[in-house]
């Protein structure tokens, strides 16, 4: 998994940032006390804290001269980097990058010189409505790379006004845009007070941020220039998403899942679907036709037969996007029958979701 990932990345991490540091002993001892306190347990907290920070504790902040000063260093911590997000994105295509995959990513994204605007994944039950300096640098760094995409146009995310407005000096210190940005497309208005809304208005807004972030897959695959050398590899990792989705979809009639298992298993559908459509985007038009007839087979050879209908009209819906139609305010597609996907409802009138 790539949980077990994350895990398998601590010492590759804790290697490469000590490399720089010559004397043997201090270098162990580095290794190890990094080690340590990146094994340590992960906690979301409220109000943009974090946990306190590695380079925060004296013994090691003393020894940061040392750390990551040498090109041979910066060189490992970005191969490794490199490599381990391939290795994420093409074995587990379907699912978001777990937080501590994330946190090792952004150790050695810092350790590289990158500083990549990596997010991780926001608790729907403490959010505060607010977005931390990563996520606005994710929203900018993703509408210059999808901009104009399938993926815009099926979300219909702004990223012309994205654009426009980080090109504005002039601009206010209001709340931040990407919130903005995600309740107005979420359709859900902002609390009085930061604990004024329910899971469920808060789920479909940081939903809308992931959408707009494309939660790290922008950043990752245009950095490393896996927008092209993987174009190739898109179309087969869709399958993936979209054979995933059918066989997630059949537990959900199932007698003996809960209500919960049920919420998760629509959230985490929903978050496939999107990395395929995120594939498809950098596809090319002989890959999404084939993509389209091997989709539309799987669904009358595997799905559910009361999902089968709905994969269709899903389909269905996503080829009139890709032929240039649009969804209607409300996230519908009137001649397919077809909605947008997402994970999240908001309980108003008009949630689009």
Request: aromatic residues 10%.
């Amino acid at each position: 998994s790539s949980e077990t990932l994350a895990t398998l990345l601590v010492s590759l991490s804790a290697r490469a940032s000590a490399s720089g540091i010559e004397d043997t002993t201090l270098r162990a001892v580095y290794q190890a006390a990094h080690t340590a306190f990146q094994r340590r347990r992960s906690l979301l907290l409220v109000n943009l804290e974090s946990q306190v920070r590695l380079q925060e504790l004296p013994w090691i902040s003393c020894l940061e001269p040392w750390l990551g000063g040498d090109g041979g260093s910066r060189a490992q911590s970005g191969a490794i980097l490199k490599q381990t997000s391939k290795l994420a994105i093409t074995t587990f295509p379907h699912t978001l990058l777990p937080n501590p995959l994330v946190e090792r990513f952004q150790s050695l994204s810092k350790s590289a010189g990158m500083d990549l605007p990596l997010t991780k994944e926001l608790a729907a039950d403490i959010f505060c409505w607010e977005f931390g300096a990563s996520f606005e640098r994710g929203m900018v760094y993703a509408a210059r790379v999808m901009q104009g995409t399938l993926y815009e146009r099926y979300y219909d995310l702004p990223y012309d006004e994205i654009l426009a407005r980080s090109r504005d000096e002039s601009r206010d210190d209001g709340p931040s845009h990407l919130i903005v940005l995600s309740s107005r497309l979420a359709h859900v208005e902002r609390p009085r007070t930061v604990w004024g809304s329910g899971a469920a208005e808060n789920g479909a807004v940081i939903e809308q941020a992931q959408l707009i972030t494309t939660h790290n897959l922008a950043v990752i695959c245009s950095h490393f220039g896996f927008l092209e050398s993987m174009r190739s590899v898109f179309p087969s990792l869709a399958k993936s998403c979209f054979t995933w989705r059918l066989r997630q979809q059949k537990k959900l009639h199932m007698s003996s899942v809960n209500w919960r298992v049920k919420l998760q298993t629509t959230k985490n559908t929903a978050y496939a679907w999107r990395h395929l459509v995120f594939f498809l985007s950098f596809c090319r038009d002989e890959d999404l036709a084939e993509f389209f007839e091997w989709a539309r087979a799987e669904v009358s050879a595997q799905a559910h037969p009361q999902d089968q209908q709905n994969s269709r009209t899903d389909l269905a819906a996503l080829a009139a996007v890709v032929a240039g139609d649009k969804f209607d305010q409300d996230g519908f597609h009137a001649d397919s029958g077809g909605r947008r996907v997402l994970g999240w409802r908001a309980p108003t009138k008009r949630s689009g979701n």
